[in-house]
């Protein structure tokens, strides 16, 4: 792959990214989106291809991003398909900070260092020419003016910014109600780009399947009065894997 296209979780984070604060939105839920958006770049680039709600390695080639072919080896060391919720619900560790390292290396943001509360050291990322970010949102604002099916790729991030939340930072108040509605619509046009859309969005509403912790091991009944295990509630949604960025400041 070649290294003159941007990559959707490099645009995901691009969107995401505040011009004025430096500091990123959902960041919590970005996370899991930039997970996702690597198997979409994967699945664009011919490694993966989805198995019913599982992704299955179909190339272990290289593309030639390391960070993308770090999540395609572990995907091809997994030996058979995986689920996708399991996979962007996984720890992630420093994902964030890895890309928002590799734009300040491209010149596309630069660190600003800082402190919180006048103690505590923080790093916000600030866009060095917001024209390119501008240039993603334009895509975004035409395949929802005109309603002409998106590019793949502009399907896939119009998906992922819909399912981590940036409808709202992207569109905001009353004013921008329908072009959020217009922008969830587009996860239809990339089937790839669903999926993995509504995995995050599942990870995030707690949807994975955990282990019941007072279930009674198999030929063994629960003792009298044992309580079954709760049911997680509705609408509450679980907390994803935090990445190791104590120093990078991202609300």
Do not use: F
Not at 9 to 28: C, F, I, V, Y
Not at 59 to 84: I, N
Not at 172 to 185: A, F, I, M, Q, V
Request: charged residues 20%; glycine residues 10%; aromatic residues 2%.
């Amino acid at each position: 792959m070649g290294r003159s296209r941007r990559t959707i979780p490099e645009e995901l984070l691009l969107l995401a990214l505040d011009p004025t604060t430096g500091t990123t939105a959902q960041p919590q839920s970005l996370d899991l989106g930039l997970a996702g958006a690597q198997l979409v770049e994967l699945a664009l680039a011919g490694r993966i291809a989805p198995d019913g709600d599982r992704i299955a390695v179909v190339s272990p080639r290289p593309t030639g991003d390391p960070t993308l072919d770090c999540a395609l080896e572990l995907l091809r060391r997994r030996g058979a398909p995986v689920r996708a919720v399991h996979w962007i619900g996984g720890p992630r560790l420093g994902l964030r900070q890895t890309y928002l390292s590799h734009l300040e290396r491209c010149g596309m943001v630069h660190a600003v260092a800082g402190q919180m509360c006048g103690v505590l050291p923080t790093t916000r990322y600030q866009a060095t020419d917001t024209d390119i970010s501008r240039e993603i949102k334009a895509r975004l604002d035409s395949a929802i003016r005109t309603g002409v099916p998106p590019d793949p790729r502009t399907a896939a991030l119009a998906a992922l910014a819909h399912a981590v939340g940036l409808g709202k930072h992207l569109y905001p108040g009353n004013e921008g109600r329908s072009s959020r509605s217009r922008l969830r619509d587009l996860i239809r046009h990339d089937p790839m780009g669903g999926l993995v859309a509504h995995a995050v969005m599942d990870v995030q509403n707690g949807a994975v399947a955990q282990p019941r912790r007072n279930q009674a091991p198999p030929g063994r009944q629960a003792g009298p009065g044992a309580r079954p295990a709760p049911e997680p509630a509705r609408g509450v949604p679980a907390q994803p894997h935090r990445g190791s960025m104590a120093r990078v400041v991202a609300h």
